[in-house]
């Protein structure tokens, strides 16, 4: 059901790859709520996802640019206000990557080149983001910016490795931009703290499905779901929030809140004593 929360504004998607990408489903609720928007990101993953079909879905235009790269970024904003036709009313960005988890390597052994590239594409990126934004003054007054983060930015989770670094880097520049842009112009930046979802993307991270697992057993509501994540920016890039800035939100039924959960102890009971049952209600 749409409620025209986004009609008549235009905005700037960074990171869908293919209909699993939180991003992706973003753009759909987006386009369903009467938005506009341009699609990006890198040239590469243009060619081994699916993004052309979602600009047929939505009726975007896809513009390649490296997130790391302040020209290629300078150059998006201004063909994407070209191409929508005015300023940009909300941004996502959700853009994420770690060499030295691809290539399973421990905190301890990180290797620093690849160590640089994850700061540089998963959070510096956003840094320049606002920044070339600002120089173009390419947000409207009371915008609204969102990218996307997880709590390993403030616990520790066995195989996020360098990413942790990374989003709690992301988090606090939403923080320093969203006193000044809230200072200037009245826009919003926000970071949003997900549940860990099966992107592509996270897919990657060493024991990812029973991290899955147990967050699942943990969260009061269960995890929050991509399109659960879409409808929240949604409503983060709508003027129902336009009094929430400088806040890393979680959304992840609950978790970050949890203790232990009946459901999380009685599994963990069971591996110490197999012999233990589990109600069918607690499975």
């Given amino acids: 059901m749409a409620y025209n929360l986004l009609k008549g504004k235009r905005g700037i998607i960074f990171g869908a790859l293919n209909d699993m ?39 975007s235009q896809f513009i390649a640019a490296d997130a790391t ?3 290629e970024l300078r150059e998006l904003f201004v063909r994407s206000m070209e191409i929508l036709g005015g300023k ?9 990557m770690s060499l030295n988890v691809r290539k399973g390597l421990t905190y301890d052994k990180i290797k620093y080149e690849y160590y640089e590239k994850t700061l540089d594409i ?26 996307l983060s997880y709590i390993a930015a403030q616990r ?29 112009k009245k826009i919003r930046i926000n970071t949003i703290s997900q ?6 993307a996270g897919s990657g991270v060493k024991g990812f499905d029973g991290l899955m697992d147990f967050t699942e057993r943990m969260s009061p509501l ?3 779901t991509a399109d659960d ?24 039924g609950g978790f970050s809140s949890m203790g232990m959960s009946l459901k999380a102890m009685s599994m963990y009971n069971k591996s110490l004593d197999p012999d233990i049952q589990i109600p069918p209600d607690l499975d």
């Fill in 156 to 184: 520790t989770l066995y195989g996020y490795n360098d990413m942790a670094d990374a989003k709690s880097l992301l988090e606090s520049i939403a923080r320093s931009f969203g006193y000044i842009y809230g200072r200037d």
């Fill in 21 to 59: 990408s939180i991003a992706w489903k973003v753009a759909e609720k987006a386009h369903e709520e009467g938005a506009i928007f341009t699609l990006s990101n890198t040239a590469v993953a243009k060619r081994f996802g699916d993004i052309e079909t979602l600009c047929e879905k939505t009726g």
């Fill in 122 to 147: 998963s959070a510096v990126s956003f840094h320049k983001t606002l920044a070339v934004a600002r120089e173009l003054d390419a947000i409207t007054e009371e915008g609204s910016v969102v990218a």
């Fill in 229 to 252: 994540c879409a409808n929240y920016c949604i409503v983060m890039f709508s003027d129902l929030t336009k009094k929430v800035t400088m806040q890393n939100l979680f959304h992840d």
């Fill in 222 to 224: 269960g995890n929050a």
């Fill in 88 to 96: 940009i009313d909300f941004v996502l960005h959700s853009i994420g």
């Fill in 195 to 200: 549940s860990p979802t099966p992107t592509t």
């Fill in 69 to 71: 790269n302040v020209e």
